[in-house]
């Protein structure tokens, strides 16, 4: 959604008219029907959802994950045409997934994935549990040659024994093990340098390093 089509001497008039405009669908297309010049719109009758907001584009994506979500990515007659990376299949050992999507390249050695997107290229250690969250993955592999030559850097992806409910993870993260991200409704917007907490979903920003055994968010009712 979101696509305009203007004629460019009516674009620049309108800019020139209203200078201190800056959203089409909210200002400057009503003002134009206002003001008389001929608009048209085609009326879009498939799929489709907000994704404004970090609760909107979190409850998107994992609707995916359902079993018969409202978007489905594997219909015959509307095919999804993804951008090809050439990597390797998804390698999973000794994980329990429920309703969950892993996309190629990653490593997965979690105890369990319940209700998650995993992007490309992500690792996630053993005994890792996670819940209701979104890993974007990461843009390259980390080569295992790095991982031992620095044994004392936490390495690229999800680190053993950590736990991860009501989260979004973003890209080339290194969390630690034994950490607890933990978003819910009752925890306050925040932020931090390596996270943020909106709308009780905790957002651990790209690049961030969690240390072993951080706990983020609210951990009421839980055993530590």
Not at 21 to 30: A, M, N, V, Y
Not at 89 to 98: D, E, F, N, Q
Not at 206 to 218: L, R, T
Request: charged share 25%; glycine share 10%.
């Amino acid at each position: 959604m979101g696509i305009y089509i203007f004629n460019r001497k009516l674009l620049n008039d309108l800019f020139d008219t209203y200078p201190n405009d800056t959203d089409f669908g909210k200002e400057l297309i009503p003002k134009a029907i206002q003001g008389g010049y001929k608009v048209a719109s085609y009326s879009y009758r498939g799929y489709w959802t907000d994704i404004g907001t970090i609760a909107s584009f979190f409850d998107a994506n994992l609707s995916l994950a359902d079993p018969i979500p409202e978007f489905n990515m594997f219909d015959e007659n509307n095919m999804i045409y993804t951008r090809p990376r050439m990597l390797p299949p998804a390698k999973i050992s000794g994980t329990t997934i429920k309703h969950s999507i892993v996309a190629e390249g990653s490593i997965v050695h979690a105890e369990s994935l319940e209700r998650c997107i995993i992007g490309v290229r992500s690792r996630i250690g053993k005994g890792a549990r996670l819940k209701n969250c979104i890993t974007m993955g990461n843009d390259y592999f980390q080569t295992l040659a790095e991982i031992v030559l620095k044994p004392e850097e936490i390495p690229m992806g999800i680190g053993e024994g950590t736990y991860i409910e009501q989260a979004i993870i973003d890209k080339d993260c290194r969390i630690g093990k034994n950490v607890i991200i933990r978003g819910t409704e009752n925890l306050p917007n925040s932020e931090s340098s390596v996270h943020c907490s909106v709308d009780g979903i905790i957002v651990v920003k790209k690049g961030a390093v969690i240390p072993d055994g951080s706990i983020i968010g609210d951990v009421t009712g839980m055993k530590v």
